[in-house]
C-alpha cells in the first residue's frame, strides 16, 4: 500500500528538480553538495482535522531548505541567489497546486498545495545561509472504507 509521506515526498522532489536555478535535489540531510544552490528536502509539522463522518482532511507539511554559498560571492549576493531561488520554488508549487502527475494512495484526494516562505538561517562552520520554504499539502482522507 502507498504510503501518503512517500508519495508525496516523491512529488515534490520532482517538481524541484525540474527547477532551473536549484542545482541539486536531495531528501539526505548532509550538508555536502556537488552544486548550488542546492535543495533539501524533509517532512514537518502534519495536522488534521475531522470534516465529516466519513471523511477527514490532513495537512502534510514539507521544508525545502535552499543553502548557498557566502564564501566565494560574499553574503550579500548570496543572499540576492536565494532570493530569486525562493520565488523560483514558490512560483512552481503556486502555479501547480496540483502536483500535475500524482498518483495519490486509495481513499486519499490531494486538495491543495500552499507554498509559503518560512524564514532564514546559517551555517556559519560551513559558510553557508539557507532560506526555507514550507510546502503545505491538503488531503482529504476517505475514511468510511
Known amino acids: 500500500m502507498a504510503n501518503t509521506y512517500s508519495t ?3 512529488s515534490i522532489l520532482a517538481k524541484l528538480q525540474g527547477i532551473s536555478s536549484i542545482q541539486e535535489v536531495t531528501d539526505n540531510p548532509a550538508l555536502n553538495f556537488n552544486g548550488y544552490p ?3 528536502i524533509i517532512p514537518s509539522e502534519g495536522e488534521s482535522d475531522w470534516e465529516t463522518n466519513a ?3 490532513r495537512i502534510y507539511s514539507f521544508d525545502v531548505l535552499i543553502y548557498e554559498e557566502t564564501k566565494k560571492q560574499g553574503t550579500s549576493q548570496a543572499i540576492d541567489i536565494l532570493m530569486e531561488t525562493v520565488d523560483d520554488v514558490l512560483d512552481a508549487f503556486a502555479e501547480d497546486k496540483g502536483l500535475t502527475g500524482i ?8 486538495l491543495t498545495v500552499e507554498p509559503v516562505h518560512a524564514g532564514w538561517g546559517d551555517v556559519p562552520d560551513k559558510e553557508l ?3 526555507i520554504v514550507k510546502i503545505r499539502i491538503s488531503v482529504s482522507v476517505n475514511s468510511s472504507d
Open 55 to 57: 471523511e477527514d482532511r
Open 129 to 131: 545561509i539557507a532560506a
Open 103 to 110: 498518483s495519490m494512495p486509495a481513499n486519499k484526494i490531494l
Open 8 to 10: 508525496l515526498k516523491a
Open 38 to 40: 542546492p535543495a533539501i
